[in-house]
């Protein structure tokens, strides 16, 4: 397992977490809170998604750390990158069915370069 891999997937889970809080906050979640036309509940469930994937991209980053610092415990890693692959495909699925290049979500490539550093650590010696 390759620890210094590991942490540049700390470091993009990090990058990930600020991007989705920082810049996505303005930009999609107060939208979405000003939203009169959706129905209440529809409107608290995308806020509420909303807040699990922050919460998401701050553990994942946590999960990398701990494997860079317990290198003989991969099966994290491989959880953590199987998952990242799944909502990076789920992101680009989601665009795609909207009529949206994938890659004007940021989640897609994000969560693809997670799930790429969490994998190359496993596999680069």
């Keep these: 397992m390759q620890v210094i891999i590991l942490w540049v997937a700390v470091t993009m889970s990090l990058v990930t977490f600020l991007i989705h809080t ?6 999609v979640a107060r939208p979405l809170l000003n939203n ?13 998604c909303w807040h699990v994937t922050t919460i998401y ?13 317990n ?3 991969p ?4 959880f953590l990158s199987i998952l990242n692959t799944a909502l990076a495909l789920l992101s680009a699925a ?11 979500f940021p989640s897609t490539s994000l ?7 969490g994998l190359l650590s496993l596999f680069v010696s």
Aim: charged share 10%; aromatic share 14%; proline share 7%.
């Design 22 to 27: 920082f810049i996505g906050g303005p930009k």
């Design 36 to 48: 009169t036309s959706l129905p209440i509940a529809s409107k608290w469930l995308n806020y509420y």
């Design 57 to 69: 991209t701050l553990l994942m980053g946590g999960g990398y750390a701990f494997v860079a610092l």
């Design 71 to 73: 290198p003989g415990k």
């Design 75 to 78: 099966e994290l890693v491989v």
């Design 94 to 104: 989601v665009a795609i069915k909207g009529n949206i290049n994938p890659f004007r």
């Design 111 to 117: 969560f693809a370069s997670v799930a790429i550093l």
